[in-house]
């Protein structure tokens, strides 16, 4: 039996990224991309709030010292949510004027890793994946990617899965926790065209990868061997990325998208781009914080 799906923020994102759990506050912080902001729910109370970007935000991480650090469109930044200032901390030349950061977190060593993504259509692959270090040295870890998506970590920081959307691909790479890199990388998803595209992803406690699929109305559970353990079908047809949250850590919270949508898609489903919470009977890990 399926969990039930509920859409716990009407948010209408045009495309909703990067939820992370902050245990302290018991909240739940997210981004839409092209809408340039950066978000914060409170379950308990169901109060949203919005703090507008000077870029957009690909996604973002906290950090020990407090705040975010953030993946803009120029390069890495951080913020400070108690007074809306952005500083930025390292410009980066990331290809074409329409190149952006997209999917990013932090490492357990709390390094913060972020990719770009060219546009659709774009016939070369001109992403990439970049480390971000706590003294804020950056260095290009990965090229020739379309859509860099789907990053996590196994629970013991051995194994780095890694997407690239549009290749319909998640990788597992072998992952020295010291020097933070990688290494034998090996297809561990392929999906057929219509099943979706592998988007944004997060491990549970036990180890199992759960992957929203774009285009796919599902989130799937993956084991460690690449098995499909479980669908968990969505309301909508574009759910982004997933994160555990919850006293429990016991909540999947996937976001959506809506940009593009015709009418008639709208109207099939009319809680797109908003914010879901889906009761499982696994934990999540507390995501690491960026410590720079």
């Known amino acids: 039996m399926e969990p039930p799906v509920t859409c716990v923020l009407e948010a209408k994102a045009l495309i909703g990224e990067s939820p992370v759990w902050s245990p302290e506050e018991q909240a739940l912080y997210w981004v839409d991309i092209p809408g340039q902001t950066l978000n914060r729910f409170d379950p308990r109370t169901g109060a949203s709030r919005t703090w507008p970007m000077p870029e957009p935000v690909g996604s973002f991480a906290f950090r020990e010292s407090g705040g975010l650090i953030l993946a803009v469109r120029s390069g890495f930044a ?3 949510p ?3 200032a952005v500083a930025t901390v390292c410009t980066l030349d990331i290809g074409g004027p ?10 357990r060593r709390g390094r913060f890793w972020a990719g770009t993504l060219v546009p659709r259509g774009t016939p070369e692959p001109g992403g990439a994946l970049y480390r971000l270090d706590p003294d ?12 860099s998506n789907g990053l996590a970590w196994s629970p013991d920081g051995k194994t780095m899965y890694h997407a690239d959307t549009r290749r319909h691909t998640v990788f597992a790479h072998d992952f020295d926790a010291d020097s933070g890199t ?3 990388r090996r297809p561990f998803i392929e999906t057929r065209e219509g099943e979706g595209r592998p988007d944004g992803a997060v491990v549970d406690a036990e180890g199992f ?11 799937c559970r993956y ?3 690449g098995r499909l353990d479980r669908t968990v079908r969505m309301p909508v047809a574009r759910p982004t990325m997933g994160a555990f949250g919850g006293e429990r850590l016991d909540v999947l919270y996937v976001t959506s998208g809506s940009q593009g949508l015709s009418e008639e898609d709208r109207q099939r489903q009319p809680h797109a781009g908003g914010l ?9 890990l507390p995501e690491p914080k960026f410590r720079g």
């Not at 879901?276 to 999540?284: E, N, T």
């Open 182 to 184: 990688i290494s034998n």
């Open 276 to 284: 879901f919470a889906i009761p499982l009977d696994v934990r999540g």
């Open 82 to 84: 108690a007074t809306g």
């Open 136 to 147: 804020y040295r950056y260095t290009r870890i990965l090229d020739g990617l379309f859509t």
């Open 209 to 219: 990868y759960w992957i929203a699929m774009f285009e796919g109305w599902r989130v």
């Open 223 to 225: 084991a460690p061997d």
């Open 98 to 107: 329409q190149n952006r950061f997209n999917d990013g977190r932090c490492d």
């Open 78 to 80: 951080t913020f400070d």
